[in-house]
């Protein structure tokens, strides 16, 4: 293997407000040798996710910044190619945090068989993996929707919030969405199952809001932030519930962004509580039975987005700030 080509794309500087190609560099290396006790991975799918924009911010949060030359942090499914660890051979294909390059070593901790005759193997990054389970915990453990109530989720055709409504729909809520143009707001309505879906661009969103909530909303599933947020707030119900799992209209702001009003969480008796998706990994096999069943059962949908080629992640990550996937984005990186 020692005469493998491996690509990185490495942070080479950090965004001040919105990132841009110059951030990247692509570099090549010889694939490194496993040692005793390690793997050698080989990327197949790399998963693009917008908690990836946080890590290439030096700010002190719920997980360590990327590190500056080193390769961008991400989820992948790879081949193993080389072994020298008894737990795993040749050929297995795993769930893994390779980052954004061609070939990387493992002890194996935190590697995930995946079973390719048992769903697609890049479930593993979208539906069946760390973004459905985000939906799944944050909507059942925190949004606790009941029958006949409304939910409302941004980025509603996106990994999380896709599944957010089909699930609140399956628990007999209503499920109304927001989602950027006619063309992502047509699939959450007519392939999803959503009960109607706003685009945020629209100049009246508000109104179209509240015409498609006559009877208020019970849970915000906060995916976005800004103008969403800020027309969503005054529609909330007493004791409604809001899942707080991320606000990517903010990722980029350099200053203070508007943010919701603290008298309506004191006077509509709000719950209003933000979450990592890790904070539940005691339900990861009970998400895993579920959604496997609702995806057999077709309850739910999901749609990815794949681009081909290592070298087109950033611009596809920078696309992914900017609403141009449709779908879990994901990278093929082996051809
Ligand atoms: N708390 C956790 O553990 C956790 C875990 C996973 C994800 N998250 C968060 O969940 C959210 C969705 O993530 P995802 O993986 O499902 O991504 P995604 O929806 O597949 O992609 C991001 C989408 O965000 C929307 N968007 C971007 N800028 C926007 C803006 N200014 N206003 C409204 N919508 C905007 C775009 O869709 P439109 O074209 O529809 O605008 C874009 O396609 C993100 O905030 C992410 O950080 C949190």
Same mark, same amino acid.
């Given at each position: 293997m020692a005469s493998a080509n491996n690509r990185q794309i490495l942070l080479k500087s950090r965004p001040n407000g919105r990132p841009s190609a110059d951030n990247f560099e692509l570099v090549e290396r010889p694939a490194p040798e496993p040692g005793d006790g390690q793997v050698l991975l080989r990327t197949l799918y790399l998963s693009l996710d917008p908690y990836m924009r946080g890590r290439m911010n030096d700010a002190k949060s719920y997980a360590k910044p990327a590190e500056l030359g080193q390769p961008m942090v991400g989820g992948t499914v790879s081949e193993l190619v080389?072994?020298? *660890?008894?737990k795993f051979a040749v050929g297995d294909i795993v769930l893994a945090y390779a980052g954004w390059q061609d070939y990387a070593l493992s002890d194996g901790g935190g590697l995930r068989k995946l079973d390719a005759k048992a769903a697609p193997l890049t479930t593993a990054l979208g539906i069946l993996g760390m973004p459905g389970m985000t939906a799944y915990c944050g909507l059942l453990e925190i949004g606790q929707p009941k029958p006949g109530e409304t939910v409302v989720v941004a980025a509603a055709s996106g990994a999380v919030g896709s599944a957010v409504g089909q699930i609140a729909r399956i628990k007999g809520a209503r499920a109304i969405g927001v989602a950027g143009g006619a063309a992502k707001c047509r699939f959450v309505v007519e392939e999803l199952g959503f009960d109607a879906c706003i685009d945020h661009r629209a100049p009246d969103l508000a109104a179209q809001l509240a015409a498609a909530c006559p009877n208020g909303v019970d849970v915000y599933f906060e995916n976005v932030g800004g103008a969403v947020q800020q027309a969503v707030w005054p529609l909330l119900n007493d004791f409604a519930r809001v899942p707080v799992c991320g606000v990517i209209a903010q990722y980029n702001a350099t200053g203070s962004s508007p943010g919701p009003d603290i008298a309506t969480i004191l006077r509509k008796r709000l719950l209003v509580r933000g979450f990592i998706?890790?904070?539940?990994?005691?339900?990861q096999g009970d998400f895993l039975r579920d959604m496997a069943a609702w995806i057999r059962e077709g309850k739910v949908k999901y749609r990815e987005d794949f681009v081909a080629g290592l070298e087109t992640a950033p611009q596809a990550f920078l696309g992914l700030l900017e609403g141009? *996937?449709?779908?879990?984005l994901v990278v093929k990186v082996a051809p």
């Open positions: 080389a072994s020298r *660890n008894a998706v890790w904070d539940f990994a005691a339900k141009k *996937n449709f779908g879990k």
